[in-house]
Every structure is written in structure tokens, then in C-alpha cells.
Nanobody, 128 residues
Framework: QVQLQESDPGLVKPSQTLTLTCTVS???????????WSWIRQPPGKPLEWIGY???????SYSPHLKRRASIYRDISKNQFTLQLNSVTPEDTAVYYC???????????????????WGQGTQVTVSS
């Protein structure tokens, strides 16, 4: 059974870089199953927003809205994948989730249950 756990970045100040790591257990991020390993977020009072993914073979894709600032990479030895979001602003305040599914993610997910697996989420607050 795949399980995912997001790291806790603490408070992030405007203009800084947000780094979030998802630790995966119960399955390999490089395994033969063609998972999309995704990052999504939910700002307060707003819908879920898909950020991007990395596949089991290392291909990446990002939301056009965040492509300029977002990067996803992986540490195979630790079975982790990481989101880096540059130049954050208070509008980046949200609960951030890592999630996985074998289906191509929606740009605008309706619910976390669209994913086969997801983490508990981590609160990211961007404030000075």
C-alpha cells in the first residue's frame, strides 16, 4: 500500500523559496507501475490546484500558471520527490499535498479522491 508524507517547511517569508519533500513508502517512485507523482495545493477558501508531477521515469509537467516558478525533482535513494517553488508570495499560502495516481492528473482537481493515494497535507504560510 502506497503511503505519502509531506515535510513541514514551517513559515516561509515572501520572496523565499519553498521546498517540500514527499516521502513515499509502500512503492517505488521509479517502479514499473506508471504513477504520476503529483503536488497539489488548496489555498484557503479556494479550490484545489494541481501544481505538477514527476513520473516513474523522471518526466515532469507543470501547471502553466506555476511553470515559471515550480520545479519537481526526486531523490531515488530516499524514495522521495520534492517540490521547489520560487519567489513565494502570500498568495502561495495553502495546504500542500503530494499524491499519486496512474491516471493523468486534472489541471483542476475536484477532490483528493481523484488520486489513488495522497498525503495528509502540510500547511504552508507565506508571511513576513
Amino acid at each position: 500500500q502506497v503511503q505519502l508524507q509531506e515535510s513541514d517547511p514551517g513559515l516561509v517569508k515572501p520572496s523565499q523559496t519553498l521546498t517540500l519533500t514527499c516521502t513515499v513508502s509502500g512503492g517505488s517512485i521509479t517502479g514499473s507501475t506508471a504513477y504520476y507523482w503529483s503536488w497539489i495545493r488548496q489555498p484557503p477558501g479556494k479550490p484545489l490546484e494541481w501544481i505538477g508531477y514527476i513520473t516513474n521515469i523522471g518526466s515532469t509537467s507543470y501547471s502553466p500558471h506555476l511553470k515559471r516558478r515550480a520545479s519537481i525533482y526526486r531523490d531515488i535513494s530516499k524514495n522521495q520527490f520534492t517540490l521547489q517553488l520560487n519567489s513565494v508570495t502570500p498568495e502561495d499560502t495553502a495546504v500542500y499535498y503530494c499524491a499519486a495516481d496512474t491516471r493523468l492528473p486534472r489541471t483542476t482537481p475536484r477532490s483528493l479522491d481523484e488520486y489513488g493515494y495522497w498525503g495528509q497535507g502540510t500547511q504552508v504560510t507565506v508571511s513576513s
